[in-house]
């Protein structure tokens, strides 16, 4: 056991068991007795209360989470930054990483890897909104619970954008699988290094691999600056054009490439949820990335050498000293340097491009110049005009067109939507020109929808692609506010973005309650279930109904109900009497006593009663019936008040609500 199980924090929370272990951090669950929940606290480890960086980082973790509200970002609750002990107190999370639900999964189908994406970018909107950059976006920092929900952890080396701009000045800077080129090479970082990395993170759900894999950090890190990653749809075809497009330009080496912006990037996944048969068709200028060495002679002069560990993160020299194996300064020793080695690729272009120069500069003889402008044409950009126009155009005719075609939702049948090479740009006469022509809008299978909810089923036909106008009719079988049918039908085919329309049930036809109340019961249930209720009957007292009628039905005559609905008949079980059984003990003694019950002060009943000495003997009064209301019983003995009872009939309770003693006559003395 740990030293901190079973133990209580501050007095309130109460270690329940370790459930996590990270570089600078143990996790447990707890019990906070005051708030009456299960919590997860991180604790610093003893190792690092001495070090300044690692109390930086954890304490910026705590301040990063405590500005952000969201449903898909862990809360904090707690924190606490003690000499000896520094925790933070977060939302339990019943669930596993993303992680390792990839690796139980393998490849997740792409329709669930977006319900996951879509969940990370509205945390990482929000927490922009904020000003802070997560910069450690990783399947590792994504919890996901059982319901599918998403959480986004561990903020440890977030940073306040209008703080902080270099992560040169950061000494951990996240897991180099995923970091964005910009943030490998040490360049200013804002929310669009988050964005690569939730690319990256999608690209590994939908193809069930990283983009970029090599037996060392560095080596993955160079792949980062400089490599195209292998296209998704190249590992798995059935991954859609879309998609595909999405994730590479979430992915794009350029930031101002990439989505500038979480939303936006939503805004292309709902609209490809929508209809998963669109695409984007987007360009990409490929701008020249300058190299850097980073290593001590160009690093920030406030900043050691950044290097990686075996875990594929970035840390310094400081922390690697102070945390590796106990080694130091000396520790370092066998950690490579990032090389950026962009300069040496540029040389190779430059060195192909002179050598293609000469060589078919030396073919063609003469002023090699001259000939290749003689020989070269603008290249119009031709997407927007109709195939017939160009087909038909004079000044046309030095390119060789090859004619491709393709659906598209946003061309008319007949329009160019796409050109290679692209528009705008000198080419040899006669090249050949791919021109991909829009065939129409796709046709899409209409899904049968009926028995779905309203809102389930056109939401179902929208993200189709179809618009959809609903109309209501009633229906003997189908439920209000549920799915009939469509026009046209299920199973046919419709072009995208056309009119279906979409029947909902009102329900069954509506019938009016008849008036029954008088009726006998049985002409009662005949009359109701010919106009198609179904009845049910409840007996009630009712002074001024006979036993057998109608008294009223619910709902109440001339209310419109479905068909099939039930009325319920309240039937009179007519007068309800209630009877009072009354016994009075009578004192002890050796004479004859006149007894008189008196009802509301007339005369009920007369008797003689001889007392005994020794015990006491009872008088009991004849039953008292009544259905309704409050009577007064006084009993007399020899015309001494003796007891006085009051006799509720309408709950048929019965209470002796006076006492008195009696006292027998003199001796010498008749009772008559």
């Given at each position: 056991m740990d030293k901190y199980t079973g133990k209580r924090l501050d007095g309130r929370y109460e270690i329940q068991e370790l459930i996590g272990v990270g570089g600078m951090a143990v996790?447990?669950?707890?019990?906070?007795?005051?708030?009456?929940?299960?919590?997860?606290?991180?604790?610093?480890?003893?190792?690092?209360?001495?070090?300044?960086?690692?109390?930086?980082?954890?304490?910026?973790?705590?301040?990063?989470?405590?500005?952000?509200?969201?449903?898909?970002?862990?809360k904090v609750y707690d924190v606490s930054?003690?000499?000896?002990?520094?925790?933070?107190?977060?939302?339990?999370?019943?669930?596993?990483?993303?992680?390792?639900?990839?690796?139980?999964?393998?490849?997740?189908?792409?329709?669930?890897?977006?319900?996951?994406?879509?969940?990370?970018?509205?945390?990482?909107?929000?927490?922009?909104?904020?000003?802070?950059?997560?910069?450690?976006?990783?399947?590792q920092n994504i919890m996901l619970l059982q319901d599918g929900t998403i959480k986004v952890t561990d903020f440890g080396i977030a940073r306040f954008s209008h703080s902080e701009t270099r992560t040169m000045t950061d000494k951990a800077i996240g897991s180099v699988h995923y970091i964005a080129p910009e943030q490998a090479r040490g360049d200013l970082t804002d929310d669009?290094?988050?964005?690569?990395?939730?690319?990256v993170m999608l690209y590994e759900m939908i193809t069930g691999q990283l983009p970029f894999e090599a037996d060392n950090a560095v080596s993955v890190a160079i792949m980062q600056l400089q490599a195209d990653p292998k296209p998704p749809r190249d590992i798995n075809p059935t991954i859609p054009?879309?998609?595909?497009?999405?994730?590479?330009?979430?992915?794009?080496?350029?930031?101002?490439?990439?989505?500038?912006?979480?939303?936006?990037?939503?805004?292309?996944?709902?609209?490809?949820?929508?209809?998963?048969?669109?695409?984007?068709?987007?360009?990409?200028?490929?701008?020249?990335?300058?190299?850097?060495?980073?290593?001590?002679?160009?690093?920030?002069?406030?900043?050691?050498?950044?290097?990686?560990?075996?875990?594929?993160?970035?840390?310094?020299?400081?922390?690697?000293?102070?945390?590796?194996?106990?080694?130091?300064?000396?520790?370092?020793?066998?950690?490579?340097?990032?090389?950026?080695?962009?300069?040496?690729?540029?040389?190779?272009?430059?060195?192909?491009?002179?050598?293609?120069?000469?060589?078919?500069?030396?073919?063609?003889?003469?002023?090699?110049?001259?000939?290749?402008?003689?020989?070269?044409?603008?290249?119009?950009?031709?997407?927007?005009?109709?195939l017939a126009d160009i087909q038909n155009n004079e000044e046309y005719k030095n390119f060789n067109f090859t004619i491709e075609t393709r659906?598209?939702?946003?061309?008319?049948?007949?329009?160019?939507?796409?050109?290679?090479?692209?528009?705008?740009?000198?080419?040899?006469?006669?090249?050949?020109?791919?021109?991909t022509v829009s065939s129409g809008k796709s046709q899409i299978k209409i899904t049968d929808v009926s028995n779905m909810t309203e809102d389930t089923a056109k939401s179902t036909l929208e993200r189709l692609g179809f618009q959809v106008e609903v109309k209501r009719e009633t229906s003997e079988n189908i439920s209000s506010g549920y799915a009939i049918?469509?026009?046209?039908?299920?199973?046919?085919?419709?072009?995208?973005?056309?009119?279906?329309?979409?029947?909902?049930?009102?329900?069954?036809?509506?019938?009016?309650?008849?008036?029954?109340?008088?009726?006998?019961?049985?002409?009662?249930?005949?009359?109701?279930?010919?106009?198609?209720?179904?009845?049910q009957v409840q007996e009630i007292n009712d002074e001024n109904i006979a036993k057998g009628l109608v008294v009223r039905t619910d709902p109440q005559a001339d209310t419109s109900l479905e068909k099939g609905s039930t009325v319920t008949l309240y039937v009179s079980k007519g007068t309800a009497n209630k009877t009072a059984n009354i016994t009075v003990t009578l004192p002890r003694g050796s004479n004859t006593v006149n007894i008189i019950a008196q009802l509301d002060n007339a005369v009920y009943n007369t008797a003689q009663q001889t007392l005994s000495p020794n015990q006491n003997v009872s008088y009991q009064v004849p039953p008292i019936t009544a259905s309704s209301g409050t009577k007064t019983l006084t009993i007399t003995l020899d015309g001494q008040t003796y007891a006085v009872y009051t006799l509720n009939f309408d709950d048929g309770t019965w209470k002796q609500t006076g006492s008195y003693t009696y006292v027998p006559p003199q001796s010498g003395t008749t009772n008559d």
């Open positions: 996790v447990y669950k707890a019990y906070d007795t005051i708030d009456d929940r299960t919590v997860a606290i991180k604790i610093l480890k003893d190792e690092f209360l001495g070090n300044q960086e690692f109390i930086r980082r954890f304490k910026n973790e705590s301040k990063a989470i405590a500005v952000l509200d969201h449903p898909n970002i862990v930054f003690g000499d000896r002990l520094q925790y933070i107190v977060m939302e339990y999370i019943d669930g596993i990483s993303l992680k390792e639900y990839l690796n139980q999964q393998k490849e997740i189908r792409w329709k669930e890897a977006l319900h996951f994406t879509m969940q990370i970018l509205k945390a990482l909107q929000h927490a922009h909104e904020k000003g802070i950059i997560h910069r450690d976006i990783k399947p669009k290094a988050d964005i690569y990395s939730v690319g054009i879309g998609l595909e497009e999405i994730t590479l330009k979430a992915m794009q080496k350029t930031p101002s490439q990439r989505y500038q912006s979480a939303g936006e990037m939503m805004r292309d996944i709902e609209a490809f949820r929508q209809n998963p048969l669109m695409t984007f068709n987007y360009h990409y200028d490929h701008e020249e990335i300058a190299s850097k060495y980073v290593d001590a002679t160009t690093a920030d002069s406030t900043t050691g050498p950044i290097h990686y560990d075996d875990d594929f993160e970035y840390i310094d020299d400081e922390i690697s000293s102070q945390s590796k194996n106990g080694k130091g300064k000396d520790g370092n020793k066998n950690k490579i340097p990032i090389i950026v080695v962009s300069c040496l690729a540029a040389a190779i272009a430059i060195a192909l491009g002179v050598g293609a120069y000469f060589l078919f500069g030396s073919m063609g003889g003469g002023n090699t110049s001259s000939q290749v402008s003689g020989d070269e044409v603008d290249l119009p950009n031709f997407v927007g005009q109709k659906e598209s939702n946003d061309a008319e049948e007949g329009v160019v939507i796409s050109q290679n090479p692209s528009g705008s740009k000198k080419v040899k006469a006669n090249a050949q020109i791919t021109l049918r469509t026009d046209p039908q299920a199973g046919s085919s419709a072009e995208h973005g056309s009119s279906i329309v979409l029947y909902v049930s009102s329900g069954r036809s509506q019938i009016k309650v008849t008036d029954v109340s008088g009726w006998t019961q049985a002409s009662a249930e005949n009359a109701l279930k010919s106009a198609g209720f179904n009845v």
